[in-house]
């Protein structure tokens, strides 16, 4: 009998469309969970917010390393495996800093994570009006960390 009900929910969830797609978080409903963050900054919302915003940043840097040493390791004839393996699976800091200027930011060793979303939220708070509460969440940050960051030359 488990079986049956297991197989119900993945028919059901298969013929929504939503179950195929990602619903995209807007500036508002970020905004609405990161208002919370400053009096009460352990609540779900506070916390939901601060690991967005970290979320967002782990995911820039770490994707643009990978894609930054695939494009290196392309352009390199002579890799022997083993090489590849180190370059492509152990990415270090120097990579991570290569990597955050493709990302168009750059977060200084040491930041405090608490100083970076707070510049974020205050955009946010700004942007949740009118036609602007509508835009993806992830622009915003984007864009804030773009501002508030940018890489030294």
Do not use: W
């Not at 297991?6 to 059901?12: Q, R, S, Y």
């Not at 969970?33 to 995911?59: K, N, T, W």
């Amino acid at each position: 009998m488990p079986g049956v009900l297991t197989l119900l929910v993945l028919v059901l969830l298969l013929g929504s469309p939503k179950g195929l797609a990602v619903e995209v978080l807007s500036i508002h409903e970020l905004a609405s969970h990161c208002e919370r963050l400053e009096a009460e900054p352990m609540s779900a919302d506070g916390q939901y917010c601060v690991r967005y915003i970290q979320g967002f940043i782990d995911g820039a840097v770490a994707t643009d390393a990978r894609v930054m040493m695939n494009v290196e390791g392309a352009q390199e004839t002579e890799e022997t495996f083993s090489d590849r393996a180190k370059r492509t699976r152990v990415p270090n800091n120097a990579d991570r800093f290569r990597a955050a200027r493709l990302a168009g930011f750059c977060l200084g060793d040491p930041l405090p994570l608490r100083n970076v979303v707070g510049a974020i939220v205050a955009d946010l708070a700004k942007l949740d009006h009118g036609t602007a509460a509508d835009t993806p969440a992830r622009e915003a940050v984007y864009k804030s960390l773009m501002e508030h960051y940018p890489c030294p030359a």
